[in-house]
C-alpha cells in the first residue's frame, strides 16, 4: 500500500472517528452528585428521588449524596458546585429547576457541571400540561438527555488529531526500507545498488496517484466530498442549537427547539457519506491486475 493511500485511510478514519453518532463515551464511567429538583426555589425531596432512582437505572454511577444538607441542594453556582463535587469524589454535578410557565406546564432546566474543568453545560425542556407521572418523565429524559450530550462534546474536543504514517515496508519484505544514507554508512567502500520497484508497484507520488485516478472517480469525489461538508455544517449547528430559546412564536412560552431528530439524521447520512468518499478514492481501479497479466503473456 502506498504513503499516498496510507495518509487518505488516515484522514478518512479520523473523520468518521469525530462523528458524535460513534462516540465512545459511556453512562456510568464518571461519578455524579445528583442535587436533585428545585420548584419555585425550594428543594422539592419527592422529584428528586425519582430522578436519582431513574439515573441509577439509566446506569450512571451516582455517588452516595446523604451528607448534602436540602440547604445545599439549592445551589446554582459554579463555587458551590465545585466544592460539593470535589467533597462527595464527584466528577459531575446534575441539578435541576422548575418554572412554571402557563397553565399547566412546567419549564425545565438542567445544568451539568464538570468539577474539574469547572465547565457548566445546561439544556432546557418545556413539559405541557403536565401530570406528576409526565412531569417526572421529562426531569429524567431532560438529565439523561443533558449528560450524553455533554459526554458526546468532551469526546470530541478530545479526540486525537491524525498523525502522519509511519514507514510501510516494501511488499515481500519484513522490515521498511532503508535510506540510501543508512545503507551507504553500514557498508562503506562498496556501490549500493538501486533496489528497482516491484512490476505493477504504484510510485508512491501522491500527485501520480491522482493522475492515475479515472476522471469519473475524480468527478465522484468531488461531489461526494462537497455534499459531506454541506451535510455536516448544519448538522453540527442543529446539535448545536438544540434545547435553546427561539424568538420564534408557538402556542408555549419560551419556545425552544427540538432538533434531536434532525441533527441524528444528519449524522447518520454524513457517516455513509465518508464511507462512500473513502471507498470511491481508495477501490482498486484494476489497472494493476491488467498490467500483471499482460506482462505474464509475454514471458510465455
Given at each position: ?63 452516595q ?47 451539568v ?12 425542556g ?5 401530570s ?30 491524525p ?9 515481500g ?8 544514507s ?14 528497482p ?33 454541506l ?36 449524522y ?33
Amino acid at each position: 500500500m502506498t504513503g499516498a493511500r496510507l495518509s487518505l485511510i488516515v484522514s478518512a478514519a479520523a473523520l468518521l472517528a469525530l462523528l458524535p453518532a460513534s462516540a465512545s463515551a459511556q453512562r456510568g464511567s464518571d461519578p455524579v452528585l445528583s442535587l436533585g429538583v428545585q420548584s419555585a426555589g425550594k428543594f422539592d425531596a419527592k422529584l428528586s428521588a425519582g430522578l436519582r432512582e431513574s439515573l441509577a437505572k439509566s446506569g450512571e454511577l451516582l455517588v452516595q449524596d446523604v451528607k448534602v444538607t436540602p440547604a445545599e441542594r439549592l445551589c446554582t453556582n459554579a463555587e458551590c458546585m465545585t466544592q460539593l463535587g470535589g467533597r462527595e469524589g464527584a466528577k459531575l454535578v446534575v441539578s435541576t429547576q422548575l418554572r412554571p410557565s402557563g397553565a399547566g406546564s412546567q419549564y425545565l432546566t438542567t445544568v451539568v457541571f464538570d468539577v474539574a474543568r469547572r465547565v457548566p453545560h445546561d439544556e432546557h425542556g418545556v413539559c405541557d400540561r403536565c401530570s406528576p407521572e409526565l412531569l417526572n418523565r421529562a426531569i429524567s429524559e431532560l438529565a439523561e438527555r443533558s449528560l450524553r450530550n455533554y459526554r458526546e462534546r468532551v469526546a470530541v474536543l478530545a479526540a486525537p488529531a491524525p498523525t502522519a504514517a509511519a514507514p510501510v515496508a516494501a511488499p515481500g519484505t519484513a522490515e521498511p526500507p532503508m535510506p540510501a544514507s543508512a545503507a551507504t554508512a553500514a557498508s562503506p567502500g562498496q556501490a549500493v545498488a538501486a533496489t528497482p520497484a516491484p512490476a505493477g508497484e504504484p510510485a508512491t507520488n501522491s500527485e501520480d496517484f491522482w493522475a492515475r485516478m479515472p476522471k469519473n472517480r475524480k468527478i465522484a469525489a468531488g461531489i461526494l466530498g462537497g455534499a459531506l461538508l454541506l451535510t455536516l455544517i448544519p448538522t453540527v449547528a442543529l446539535h448545536a442549537t438544540d434545547g435553546q430559546e427561539t424568538g420564534l412564536s408557538c402556542r408555549s412560552a419560551p419556545c425552544i427547539l427540538h432538533n434531536q431528530p434532525l441533527y441524528i439524521g444528519g449524522y447518520a447520512l454524513s457517516g455513509a457519506l465518508a464511507v462512500g468518499l473513502t471507498l470511491t478514492i481508495l477501490w482498486p481501479t484494476g489497472k494493476g491486475s491488467s498490467s500483471t497479466t499482460a506482462s505474464a503473456v509475454e514471458v510465455k
